[in-house]
């Protein structure tokens, strides 16, 4: 794991101000949260039961989807929002499966840097690495990310629950068009990865949850299944296609955890033709 030093004194925790990151690694059950972040993931989950097993189904998505891509050949993977390290994290599934694949992790919370620096351990034949940038800065993300991966040859992208904090024309956003230039900065064969909170399953409950990020200074962007099937255009949309995510491919635990209730979470993964 590596990361410039550079990187790490330019970006100092903010511990004023909850992180999408940190709030997750709380909802998870994790202790590298502050107290900022705690307060705002019990106030959400106060008006939505479901994000605790939101936050497990969206894991285990990426999970299968992970192994689905290594099992089908892909040995390169850029993952977008890392988050806090969770066992198993992406780069002990894919090199569970294919020990030289090679994973670069990009994130912009300073806590996820320092924790990635200590934690991931890539496999002997394999690299994995660590970025320092936001999703927004895609010249300087896939820049440093292309230090580790051949952006000519297919690579699996993932951005696991992250869509949902960015929007359509508001402060400089625009989520689609980004998503099309990852896209277009890939190669043929290249798979990409989602899942994104939608109010189709419980438009109340989200609703209050969208309220509180906002409040919180956390844009927050819940997308119906049209506006979630958009981000797949041009795309060769695989099997069982979009579908809340603890169906994506299930394995036995997965449908096990359906049977809990539904989490309002979309899933989809696609590939370039």
């Known amino acids: 794991m590596t990361g410039s030093e550079a990187e790490q004194t330019a970006a100092p925790i903010d511990t004023t101000r909850p992180h999408p990151a940190r709030v997750y690694d709380w909802w998870l059950g994790g202790k590298d949260n502050y107290p900022v972040d705690e307060e705002l993931a019990r106030r ?9 097993r939101g936050a497990r189904a969206n894991r285990r998505f990426m999970q299968r989807a992970v192994r689905a891509a290594a099992e089908a050949g892909l040995r390169q993977f850029l993952d977008i929002g890392t988050g806090i390290p969770t066992e198993p994290n992406l780069h002990q599934v894919a090199q569970g499966v294919a020990p030289a694949s090679k994973i670069v992790y990009a994130d912009n919370d300073p806590i996820v840097l320092r924790h990635a620096e200590a934690l991931l351990r890539s496999s002997a034949e394999g690299s994995t690495q660590y ?24 690579v699996a992208l993932s951005l696991v ?43 109340q409950a989200i609703e209050k949850a969208a309220e509180n990020f906002r409040r919180s200074g956390t844009p ?11 981000f797949f255009e041009g795309l060769e949309l695989l099997g069982p296609g979009v579908i809340p995510v603890s169906g994506w491919r299930p394995d036995p635990e997965d449908v096990a955890a359906q049977a809990e209730g539904i989490v309002p979470v979309y899933a989809g993964v696609a590939r370039k033709p």
């Open 161 to 203: 629950a992250l869509t949902h904090y960015l929007g359509e024309d508001e402060a400089g956003d625009d989520v689609y068009g980004l998503l099309k230039r990852y896209v277009s900065a890939l190669a043929p064969g290249s798979w990409l990865i989602l899942s994104q909170v939608t109010p189709d399953l419980s438009p």
């Open 220 to 230: 927050f962007h819940p997308r119906s299944l049209p506006g979630f099937s958009r």
């Open 44 to 52: 959400i989950l106060a008006v939505d039961g479901t994000v605790l």
């Open 131 to 154: 970025v320092h940038a936001d999703v927004r800065d895609l010249d300087t993300l896939l820049r440093r990310a292309g230090d580790s991966l051949d952006f000519a040859q297919p």
